[in-house]
């Protein structure tokens, strides 16, 4: 289980987030395995002045938070986060300076979904890649 939260200057991300969200899934099914189906993207259009960022960035800047199920090796997830660096930067055009990810972890037992305690519900894919 994973939720994806992207934040972004709304005159930048509104008109990317079909494109984006497309490529973000691309990479989550590579690196993470996910099935085509288990697409969780959430948007945040910020105004202008409600997004501040570092010097040396663009308006471009966009921040993409992973929150996600416990159990990925290191190298899975460093394998995500180039794949969204690279891909993003080749097929939406946002550059390396604009684009910072944050994965956050937390144990099953943490989530709810389906009605469930994450720690009991038999998911369609592993999470231990």
Known sequence: MAQIKIYGIKEHLIPLRGVLSKVIHECVMEALHFPPDKRAHRFFPMDKENMLYP?????????IEISMIEGRTVETKKKLIRLLFDKIMDRVGIGYQDIEICIHESSACNWGFRGMHGDEVQLSYNINV
């Open 55 to 63: 010097e040396g960035r663009s308006d471009a800047y966009t921040i």
